[in-house]
């Protein structure tokens, strides 16, 4: 499986829920978060028709100045963060140069978390290291251990990894 943002986000939210979904078990359809999120995401497209895809990656916002990328909530900067630089580093090597803005879109809060991201060198080289990890990792024979945090509860794999 080719790396994606999803598989980075993953990856820095849990190493198994990355396994898991590099190697294609797939069970997100059923999670009630991941629907949560999608109820977000479109009530947000029905007034802002401005999501585009280049490749396979579904950009939320591109505007001249940011690449914005829409959460549900603030449980995991780090995963959000990544994952926004690796979809900057796709656009950088189609010759579009942006800066990145996360938009955390919690429900039932009327005022939205926004944090600013920008590409650097540095962290060009540190997503290549990570998306060799990340390969790595897929390709292992191992499933990595379970999280064992409250956050399992609304992850798709829960069932999968606990029942
Ligand atoms: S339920 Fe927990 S341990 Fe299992 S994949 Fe999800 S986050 Fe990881």
Same mark, same amino acid.
């Given at each position: 499986?080719? $790396? &994606?943002?999803?598989?980075? &986000? ?8 990355? !396994? ?5 078990? &797939?069970?997100? +359809? @059923? ?20 999501? %585009?895809?280049?490749? &396979? $990656? ?7 100045? !940011? ?6 909530? +603030? ?27 996360? =938009?955390?879109?919690?429900? @039932? ?14 962290? =060009?080289?540190?997503? =290549? ?6 390969? @790595?990792?897929? @390709?292992?024979? *191992?499933?990595?251990?379970?999280? +064992?945090?409250?956050? *399992?509860?609304? *992850?798709? !794999? !829960? =069932?999968? *990894?606990? %029942?």
């Amino acid at each position: 499986m080719e $790396i &994606n943002g999803t598989l980075i &986000n993953y990856y820095f939210h849990c190493p198994r829920q990355c !396994y898991l979904h590099g190697n294609r078990l &797939n069970l997100e +359809d @059923n999670s009630e978060t991941v629907q949560v999120g999608k109820a977000i995401h479109e009530e947000r497209l029905q007034s802002d028709q401005s999501e %585009i895809a280049i490749e &396979n $990656i579904r950009l939320d916002r591109l505007t001249r100045e !940011y690449l914005t990328e829409i959460k549900k909530s +603030d449980a995991d900067v780090e995963a959000a963060t990544w994952q926004l630089l690796y979809y900057l580093k796709i656009l950088k090597s189609k010759g579009i140069l942006r800066k990145g803005k996360l =938009e955390f879109a919690e429900k @039932n809060k009327t005022k939205k978390k926004v944090l600013f991201v920008e590409l650097t060198e540095e962290r =060009e080289r540190e997503l =290549e290291e990570i998306a060799d990890r990340i390969k @790595n990792l897929i @390709n292992s024979e *191992c499933v990595p251990e379970r999280l +064992d945090k409250a956050s *399992c509860k609304k *992850c798709a !794999y !829960y =069932e999968y *990894c606990y %029942i």
